[in-house]
């Protein structure tokens, strides 16, 4: 079974903090995907790799970063976390190539005060 | 430019009613992908069905099956004789085929309620 582990379901952090959010995935697969989930919004893409030290920025990169050095791990940074990036997070990978499903974390909720 | 709507926020049934999703997507493209995501409570997306845009064919999956029809730019989901289990949000998605790295266009989803 593919796997997607995220490494916190819940976090808390301060506003103006820097945070780390982390996705591993045991399945080699080339893409992967960040996302975050709002009531009404449905998922919106942060970021995508389509492989190891690509990136390509998704419909609302501003305010976070990525860094991808490994294969199976992605990581989602909030440089200076604000509090209306309280939300959300789903990490996804998915095989390289058209029309293939993606595969998702259970998502990290988190809340910024 | 790409869009998904599910104009259905919320629904609920009672158990073993028959309900469906609807789903209306734009695209310009004319070759394109379209999948149903389930969430359950626990939150993890699960990837429920593909369909290609060759391929109208409606099909079924035990108490799953989904209508797609290109002149209605409609990927409808409907779960006969609901259960408690498939309480869960439901999202309906596109993608393109013109790329490898073709981005996945999310509707805002709807949330199922099967009540017992």
């Known amino acids: 079974d593919v796997k997607v582990t995220q490494s916190s379901r819940y976090l808390v952090k301060r506003t103006g903090e820097k945070v780390f959010l982390e996705c591993v995935q045991d399945m080699d697969h080339e893409n992967m995907f960040w996302y975050r989930q709002d009531p009404g919004l449905g998922l919106r893409l942060i970021y995508f790799s389509y492989d190891v030290k690509m990136k390509e920025k998704g419909d609302i990169p501003e305010g976070y970063s990525v860094s991808r050095e490994k294969k199976e791990r992605f990581s989602l940074i909030l440089e200076s976390a604000s509090t209306n990036q309280t939300s959300m997070y789903l990490c996804a990978s998915r095989v390289a190539g058209l029309g293939y499903e993606q595969y998702f974390g259970p998502g990290t909720r988190l809340t910024v005060t | 430019a790409q869009k998904v709507t599910q104009a259905q926020t919320e629904i609920s049934v009672v158990e073993k009613e028959d309900v469906t999703l609807d789903c209306v997507y734009e695209t310009r493209d004319t070759t394109y992908y379209l999948f149903w995501y389930k969430q359950p409570p626990s939150g993890e997306l699960v990837f429920l069905i593909r369909?290609?845009?060759?391929?109208?064919q409606n099909e079924i999956s035990g108490r799953y099956s989904w209508n797609f029809q290109k002149s209605t730019s409609s990927f409808n989901f409907t779960i006969t004789a609901s259960q408690v289990v498939d309480s869960a949000v439901y999202f309906c998605?596109?993608?393109?085929?013109?790329?490898?790295?073709?981005?996945?266009?999310f509707g805002p989803g709807t949330s199922l309620s099967v009540i017992p």
């Open positions: 369909r290609n845009s060759f391929d109208e």
């Open positions: 998605a596109l993608s393109n085929m013109k790329t490898s790295y073709d981005k996945v266009i």
